[in-house]
């Protein structure tokens, strides 16, 4: 199926008529547990997160590496 230019509307209920008429889609099924989320590695400690409050100080520019003005 192709459409023109500005015809994707009609192309997509085209489309959605032709799904609905084969009733290609199953209803989707419980496939058991979600699974726990996976334990920390260690790679970013407490340490090196910054405390509440505390920010990494001024932003940089990316390109030049210099603060970048604030206000």
């Not at 996976?38 to 400690?45: H, K, M, R, S």
């Not at 409050?53 to 590496?65: A, F, K, M, N």
């Amino acid at each position: 199926m192709y459409a023109r230019f500005l015809e994707e509307g009609k192309l997509l209920a085209y489309s959605y008529d032709l799904e609905q008429e084969l009733q290609v889609r199953a209803q989707p099924s419980f496939q058991g547990v979600v699974p726990p989320p996976p334990p920390p590695l260690g790679i970013c400690g407490e340490d090196q997160k910054p405390k509440h409050g505390q920010g990494l100080g001024r932003p940089r520019h990316l390109g030049t590496g210099r603060p970048v003005p604030v206000g």
